[in-house]
């Protein structure tokens, strides 16, 4: 981003999303598949890089967690909403295909009127997406974390729900209500970050987080109980990643932020591969509980480090 314009970014991602929709549509070869997909990824994590770079950047400091809050409520319930199109539009011939070409293009309206960004910085930033962990290991780590658990979570949590004898119906509503708290809890998780203490706020969502592990597995037996406590649990646990962002506005600006949020997505990335690796594996270790287990180590271990206040701030970059 020191050298490209961050709207002309933005428009080229969402062409290139169409056209490799496009291409999906038109093969059915698996390698084909495969690149294709490939691709897209990356293109995706230069649209989220520049979004969120751009996002907090601009939001005014006062409101920057309400702002925030509000952008993970309308991604949490993106996700929510992709598979509910799949349902209504079937799985075969070209219509999902359409409805995703369709969407992309709505997405990318607005930039019709927005303005022209570029990062308030352009110097060489002082880290990079290795040594960010580093620099702000805190941020880094929340970022694994919480891609373990969703990813975990998500991929395992109805196998758990049928293996402690839950009927189908109930093992999939603990994800419905799960992410639900995710995209609704957002906001006022953001809203406390700017009225309060962000570390206060961080520290708190961590601790739910962890609470939420120890319970949930402990209240199967009690449908509504289960419930709330997922509601609660999965929220609180994505309030971590809304607080870590307006960490990261607070504490980085211009080409710095950019790389920053690079490497949110690069550690993201590796918590989103570890977590269902993870807790498949210890789920055949300890059939089915060694999922709830590795949910309590994770999120305890983030809980004892998320106090320490030499943690809030960047350090200094290797060779500084």
Same mark, same amino acid.
């Given at each position: 981003m020191r050298h490209l314009e961050g709207r002309n970014l933005l428009a080229a991602g969402v062409i290139v999303e169409i056209a490799l929709i496009y291409a999906l549509m038109m093969t059915e070869s698996l390698a084909a598949w495969f690149v294709i997909r490939f691709?897209?990824?990356?293109?995706?994590?230069?649209?989220?890089?520049?979004?969120?770079?751009?996002?907090?950047?601009? &939001?005014?400091?006062?409101?920057?967690? +309400?702002?925030?809050?509000?952008?993970?409520?309308?991604? $949490?319930?993106?996700? #929510? %909403?992709?598979?509910?199109?799949?349902?209504?539009t079937g799985v075969a011939g070209p219509t999902p295909f359409v409805a995703g070409m369709t969407l992309m293009a709505l997405a990318g309206m607005p930039l019709l009127f927005a303005g022209r960004y570029r990062p308030s910085s352009v110097e060489e930033p002082a880290f990079g997406v290795v040594s960010f962990l580093k620099v702000a290991p805190l941020l880094a780590i929340a970022c694994f974390v919480v891609a373990f658990k969703d990813l975990a979570a998500s991929s395992l949590m109805p196998v758990y729900g049928l293996r402690v004898g839950l009927d189908e119906s109930a093992a999939t509503l603990m994800l419905f209500f799960g992410?639900?708290?995710?995209?609704?809890?957002?906001?006022?998780?953001?809203? &406390?970050?700017?009225?309060?203490?962000? +570390?206060?706020?961080?520290?708190?969502?961590?601790?739910? $987080?962890?609470?939420? #592990? %120890?319970?949930?597995?402990?209240?199967?037996?009690?449908?509504?109980?289960?419930?709330?406590?997922?509601?609660l649990w999965w929220g609180f646990f994505a309030g971590v990643y809304t607080v870590t962002m307006i960490l990261a506005g607070q504490w980085f600006k211009g080409v710095e932020l950019a790389t920053a949020m690079a490497a949110f997505g690069a550690y993201w990335g590796i918590g989103a591969f570890a977590g269902p690796l993870i807790g498949g594996l210890s789920m055949d270790l300890w059939d089915p509980y060694g999922l709830a287990l590795v949910m309590v180590i994770v999120s305890g271990g983030f809980l004892i480090m998320s106090p320490r206040k030499g943690l809030y701030g960047p350090r200094s970059a290797p060779g500084e």
């Open positions: 691709l897209g990824g990356l293109t995706g994590a230069v649209l989220f890089v520049v979004t969120e770079t751009w996002m907090i950047e601009i &939001a005014p400091e006062p409101h920057r967690g +309400r702002v925030m809050g509000l952008y993970n409520t309308t991604l $949490a319930l993106s996700f #929510a %909403l992709g598979p509910l199109m799949l349902s209504i992410a639900i708290g995710g995209a609704l809890l957002q906001l006022p998780i953001g809203w &406390a970050a700017d009225y309060f203490d962000a +570390r206060k706020v961080l520290i708190a969502c961590a601790l739910v $987080a962890f609470l939420g #592990a %120890l319970v949930w597995p402990l209240v199967v037996g009690s449908k509504i109980l289960l419930w709330i406590t997922l509601f």
